[in-house]
């Protein structure tokens, strides 16, 4: 197997179709995982890896179909365990580009440990987590990102539990690249992936995504052209945190660490709150802003680089092991201590 190079041109030409596995795709028509898998399947040969060199790894749900999906190696594994098989793959072929595929109910319910772990650690994979806000293979329970009083086959009298912001859960476990995007602005998304894949270290990406199914238009306020002109915000570093129609651009400014909604005509542009993705704690404020007292920030919410990661501390560890001990020898290492002969 080739290693991988990274370097567009060091490899096959790929088009899309080369990344177009021969299964054939069953999710539910109008489904937005649609959107992801063919953005996905149409940003990998843009990554100048080999195909046998990247790996999709997921766990259990709609989304976690996805690696039949790829025509590159995959793992479909168990329920909210993908962080840490690609955990174990990174650390024993870590020259391996792994992508790890979950969804809201698996990736934060019973994945979440699994979830933290791998996003503290600095693993370096990338994770795109689908957020529908509901159990779509199992037919229509409440999810962790289910809003308040959400009702649903599994809380008939509304769900009484308070929804958990995927990103911000990133941020607080200390991800070094954060990102929001949607599964409708297939452009947006594909420049957000592109960012996510060459990120070093953990990289997770929320995608605002549809089940028309069980719980058509949750995002709603982000498919709607009118409500999406007043309530996206697009992120950019470095730019004013600004949105809305020409003749109501609205704006925010930070009063200590509480963001405030201002109208950009009022207020000098200095005063404007500006975007910096180094700046992990107010992306944290950032990730947890929502319609309709706020707008909804999409984009790159924090972006820290050059962070060592954990697969490299681990080599660094072994090598220095090997260097003061020698090699190991594993036959002797079995025979060693106490040993008994079984007549």
């Known amino acids: 197997m080739s290693p991988v190079t990274g370097v567009p041109g060091a490899t096959p030409k790929y088009t899309k179709k080369d990344f177009e596995s021969d299964q054939d795709v069953r999710w539910c028509p109008g489904c937005g995982d649609y959107a992801i898998l063919s953005v996905v399947q149409k940003m990998m040969p843009d990554l100048g890896i080999p195909r ?12 976690s179909r996805f690696p039949y999906y790829m025509n590159t190696y995959g793992f479909h594994t168990i329920h909210g365990r993908a962080p840490a098989i690609a955990t174990g793959l990174k650390v024993a072929r870590p020259e391996l580009k792994i992508f790890v595929i979950t969804g809201d109910g698996d990736g934060l319910s019973i994945g979440g440990n699994h979830l933290l772990h791998v996003l503290r650690r600095n693993v370096d994979v990338t994770i795109l987590l689908f957020n529908n806000r509901i159990y779509g293979l199992t037919k229509g329970q409440y999810s ?5 009083g959400k009702v649903t086959k599994s809380t008939p009298a509304g769900s009484a539990d308070r929804p958990v ?5 990133a941020l607080a ?13 297939v452009g947006h998304m594909e420049e957000t992936l592109k960012r996510a894949a060459a990120h070093k270290g953990a990289a997770f990406v929320e995608i605002l995504q549809n089940c028309n199914v069980y ?9 709607e052209r009118e409500s999406k002109v007043l309530h996206e915000l697009r992120l950019e570093h470095g730019k004013p945190l ?10 925010l400014v930070l009063e200590g660490v509480k963001p405030k909604v201002v109208q950009v005509k009022d207020v000098p542009k200095s005063s404007l709150w500006v975007h910096d993705e180094t700046d ?14 706020y707008p909804i920030p999409v984009g790159v919410l924090a972006n820290k680089a050059g962070e060592t990661t954990y697969e490299e501390i681990l080599i660094q560890q072994e090598q220095a092991a090997v260097s003061e001990r020698g090699p190991g020898d594993i036959a002797k290492l079995l025979m060693s201590g106490d040993t008994w002969k079984i007549g």
């Not at 046998?52 to 997921?58: A, H, L, M, R, W």
């Open 52 to 63: 046998e060199d990247i790996v999709f790894i997921s766990g259990i749900g709609c989304s």
């Open 144 to 148: 962790p990102t289910s809003e308040l």
């Open 165 to 169: 912001s995927p990103c911000a859960f």
């Open 173 to 185: 476990t200390g991800a070094t690249f954060v990102a929001r995007t949607v599964d409708r602005n």
């Open 215 to 223: 719980n058509d238009m949750a995002w709603g306020v982000l498919y």
């Open 242 to 251: 600004v949105w809305g129609p020409p003749d109501d651009r609205r704006g």
């Open 280 to 293: 992990g704690g107010t992306a944290l404020v950032l990730a947890q802003l929502w319609a309709p007292d």
